[in-house]
């Protein structure tokens, strides 16, 4: 899982160089985009929890009908409440302990798109990671999380997705798909993203 998640993290980065590497064909084309979204997980090993935060995206067009795109999100803080129940002789004894659950996501991949009329629809499949994290969800516990990628608690990523874009230059964009990361097998999450994206 560290090699998946170390390509990801270099497949992001090769995205920052995909502008000089591509020729721009003409002034009224679009290069590619850069999006803001609010990120909605419904993590269903974990009770099927709800887990929302804040994401970005950066795409580059390889031309009409197709583009590379990168993206992380990072959904905050869920408490999530564990009871032990323990029977020493006669004496049972329940603990009830609260863990600040929060997930890191990064994946990479290819998105293709229609290019008719203000709405466009498109399809994405990327790779990636899921890194789990636990912690009071302050700016020092993101900054560790990220940090722990590569030897944390990070699974790879397959997801497939579907959405819809309104507006040309500046409009909004909305995705559904599933989240499949493997630990133990596939395991199943539906995940929606929607907010503003801006063409450049």
Not at 50 to 59: K, L
Not at 81 to 89: E, I, K, Q
Not at 113 to 126: C, I, N
Not at 165 to 177: D, H, L, P, Q, V
């Amino acid at each position: 899982m560290k090699r998946i998640a170390g390509l990801t993290i270099l497949a992001m980065l090769f995205l920052a160089f995909v502008p000089a590497l591509m020729a721009q064909t003409g002034t009224n084309e679009e290069r590619g985009e850069f999006s803001l979204f609010l990120d909605y997980t419904r993590l269903h090993h974990a009770g099927d929890a709800n887990f929302w935060g804040p994401g970005g995206s950066v795409a580059f067009n390889l031309g009409k009908y197709a583009a590379l795109e990168g993206g992380v999100a990072y959904d905050l803080e869920r408490t999530m409440t564990n009871s032990f129940t323990t029977t020493t002789g006669t004496t049972t004894t329940t603990t009830t302990t609260n863990s600040g659950l929060h997930l890191f996501q990064g994946m990479f991949g290819p998105k293709f798109q229609t290019a008719l009329g203000p709405a466009r629809v498109y399809g994405v499949v990327k790779g990636g990671f899921l890194n789990f994290g636990v912690g009071n969800g302050s700016g020092s516990s993101f900054t560790n999380q990220v940090g722990s990628v590569p030897h944390g608690d990070t699974n790879g990523v397959l997801y497939p997705g579907v959405g819809v874009e309104f507006g040309k230059r500046f409009g909004i964009r909305a995705e559904i798909g599933d989240m499949i990361y493997f630990d133990n097998g596939a395991n199943h999450n539906l995940k929606f993203m929607i907010g503003p994206k801006f063409s450049f």
